[in-house]
Every structure is written in C-alpha cells, then in structure tokens.
C-alpha cells in the first residue's frame, strides 16, 4: 500500500480513532488504578508509538494554488493594493474610525429632532399671523368706539350751561376719550411688534426646509456607507470560508 493513496488514508483514519480508544482505556486503568493497569499503561503507549511511527510515511499536505480558482489573490506583494485594503488606508488617513460613524450618527438624529422642533415654531409663527390679524380688527373697532365717544364728549361739552353734574360728565368721557387713544397706540404697538415676529417665524420656515434637505443629504451619504459596509462584510466572509478550506 503506497503512503498517501486512498487506502493508506483510510488506513490511517482507522488507526488514529483505534489507536486513541486504546491509549484512553489504558491511561483511565492508570488514574483509577484498575487491576492490570501497568499492562494497559503499556498496551496504550505501544499503540500510541506505532500510530507515530506509520504517521511519518504520509506525504506532506498539499498547499493547492488558490489563484487558479481566485484570480484576485495572484497579485504580487508590490502590485497595486486590492480596493478594500485602499479603503482602510484611506480611512486611517483621515482618522475616520467607528466611534466618528457613530457621533456621525448621533448627530444626524439630533438635527432631525431640532428640525422637527423648529417645524412645530413654524406652526406657532402662522398662529401668531392669525393672531395678529384679529388684533388689527379688533383695533379697527377700538378707534370707531373711540370716535363715538369723542362725539359724545363734544355734545356733553356744549352742554356746559346745563350745570355742574354736565360738566363733570363732559370731563369724565373726555378722559374716557383720551383713555381709549392711548389704548389704541397700544394696540398699534403690538400689531407692529407681531408684523415683526411673523417675518422672523417666516424666515425660521425658510432655515427649516434647508436642515430638511440637508437632513435628507446625509441620510443618503449614511445609507452608502452602510451599503459598503454590507460589502466588506461579504468580502471578509469570502476571505473566511477561503481560509478554512485552506485549513482543511
């Protein structure tokens, strides 16, 4: 029988599986001190020694050229560098490691939560619009009630050869009068003020949609750097089951 043939392998195999059965019975006769342990002993470690000494007729193991089923794995070790080792120099050269992807991450859900926030300002900012507009009406409606009081202070103010009580009528609705103006001003403030307020809402609404599609921006870029990673991960399985077969 010729070393390294079909039947010297399954030989072999039948040998090596005997062989440790035996070795086993006789170091357990030994430890549990079992009658006739020294005899096993001996049986054990002759059987052991024969399997080493026919072990060493078998031929080396073949080391297969794996370029002829992979191409890619001819390259020589001064040729260009395959695209995923490129990858990783290119990241280690900018200090781009997981921990940066993850803050990268985080960030982006943190701008999406100030962007959601600044959305629901922008609905506050139309309220305040509407508010604004009953506030203008309802000024509107504070000037007539005032021109009608002026128009009573001036009938009450003719009136003065009545007698006192008319006078102090007449006194009492002018400053009723100037009362109502000075409420109106206010009222004209307020309507300026929230004019203001509602450009800046406005202006917020503009910020806003450019946080949405920079929103939108990045989450394309992370949704291709999650696609190449899905790609090293295939690869590295590729270079796992070649390296296992290698080991066979």
Do not use: C
């Not at 170091?27 to 026919?54: D, Q, R």
Request: hydrophobic share 40%; glycine share 8%.
């Amino acid at each position: 029988m010729k070393p390294g043939s079909k039947g010297w392998k399954n030989l072999m195999a039948k040998m090596y599986g005997i062989g440790a059965a035996i070795v086993i019975i006789g170091a357990m006769f030994k430890i549990n001190h079992y009658p006739g342990a020294s005899e096993m002993l001996v049986v054990g470690l002759s059987t052991e020694a024969i399997i080493f000494f026919f072990s060493a007729f078998e031929p080396p193991h073949e080391d297969p050229d794996w370029s002829l089923v992979y191409p890619e794995l001819a390259i020589p070790a001064d040729g260009p560098k395959p695209p995923t080792r490129q990858l990783d120099d290119m990241l280690a050269k900018a200090n781009i490691d997981e921990e940066l992807i993850n803050n990268l991450g985080e960030g982006m859900r943190h701008l999406g939560d100030q962007a959601a926030k600044m959305s629901e300002a922008v609905d506050v900012g139309v309220a305040a619009q509407d508010y604004s507009d009953s506030l203008s009406e309802a000024s509107d409606k504070v000037k007539q009630l005032a021109g009608s009081y002026e128009q009573a202070s001036e009938s009450l103010t003719g009136l003065k050869d009545a007698g006192e009580m008319s006078e102090t009528v007449g006194a009492a609705m002018k400053q009723m009068t100037n009362n109502l103006g000075s409420l109106n001003e206010m009222y004209a403030d307020q309507l300026k003020q929230l004019e203001v307020n509602s450009e800046l809402y406005k202006n917020m609404g503009s910020m806003v949609q450019n946080l949405s599609d920079s929103v939108e921006d990045t989450k394309a870029y992370k949704e291709n750097i999650a696609h190449l990673a899905e790609n090293l991960a295939s690869l590295n399985t590729v270079y796992a089951n070649m390296l296992n077969a290698m080991g066979k």
